[in-house]
């Protein structure tokens, strides 16, 4: 009923730039929060950005001042533009998007996009 589609992965060099995005469609009414995660290998998925429907973020330590989450509540679109990229920011990033069931809901669903890989090496 709803799809989150990433784009924008690929590999880039240390010091290099990314930006992601991420489409919800389906039945959706509303969003809440949406949200960048990641795992690299052997690790956790961890969340890198936040950003609720009024346009408050929060990052993690990790990749402020790098990275910055945007959204575009008409398109239901989030966005993730990386910068200074790191090799450790290498790992799969999927997108969240926080959905009620129907209007006037208290709880949300948390869809998940299916990930893109984001490698950076020289």
């Known amino acids: 009923q709803v799809q989150l589609v990433e784009s924008g992965g690929g590999l880039v060099q240390p010091g290099g730039s990314l930006r992601l995005s991420c489409a919800a469609s389906g039945s959706i009414f509303s969003i809440n929060a949406m949200g960048w995660y990641r795992q690299a290998p052997g690790k956790q998925r961890e969340l890198v950005a936040a950003i609720t429907s009024g346009g408050s973020t929060n990052y993690a330590d990790s990749v402020k001042g790098r990275f910055t989450i945007s959204r575009d509540n008409a398109k239901n679109t989030v966005s993730l533009q990386m910068n200074s990229l790191k090799p450790e920011d290498t790992a799969v990033y999927y997108c969240?998007?926080?959905?009620?069931?129907?209007?006037?809901?208290?709880?949300?669903?948390?869809?998940w996009g299916q990930g893109t890989q984001v490698t950076v090496s020289s």
């Open positions: 969240s998007a926080d959905i009620p069931p129907k209007i006037g809901a208290r709880t949300n669903f948390r869809y």
